[in-house]
């Protein structure tokens, strides 16, 4: 795990798959891309973003970590059974198991 920087636009071919919380005086954003230019197979960059009711899509603040599969496979495994607060982050984690081929997960995953 590691920080990065997102500089410029993102390429499409790069998202794996994406997920916005309910529209409401704060939404949260979750965006899972390839990160490599070489083996992107073991290289992924999670965007995560929010934003305030009082500013649109241009304000959100979004947070980029580099994770390797393993990683992911940990991280997932915990958010996608009840590791999240919000439903829709868990379904996040849900397909990112599922984009990544890390199989479904159960409530007895999250221990």
């Known amino acids: 795990?590691?920080?990065?920087?997102?500089?410029g636009e993102?390429?499409?071919?790069?998202?794996?798959?994406?997920s916005q919380s309910e529209p409401?005086?704060?939404?949260?954003?979750?965006?899972?891309?390839?990160?490599?230019d070489g083996d992107w197979q073991d290289e992924?960059?999670?965007?995560?973003?929010?934003?305030?009711?009082?500013?649109?899509?241009e304000e959100v603040e979004w947070d980029a970590v580099k994770y390797n599969r393993s990683e992911l496979d940990v991280l997932s495994r915990s958010k996608a059974s009840t590791g999240c607060y919000y439903?829709?982050?868990?379904?996040?984690w849900r397909l990112v198991r599922i984009a990544l081929g890390l199989g479904e997960v159960g409530e007895h995953d999250a221990d």
């Open 1 to 7: 795990m590691e920080c990065v920087e997102i500089n």
């Open 10 to 18: 993102i390429e499409l071919w790069r998202i794996i798959c994406a």
């Open 24 to 36: 409401n005086y704060s939404e949260d954003r979750q965006i899972l891309l390839y990160g490599g």
């Open 44 to 57: 992924y960059i999670l965007l995560d973003g929010g934003h305030c009711s009082c500013y649109g899509w």
């Open 87 to 92: 439903e829709a982050e868990r379904e996040f």
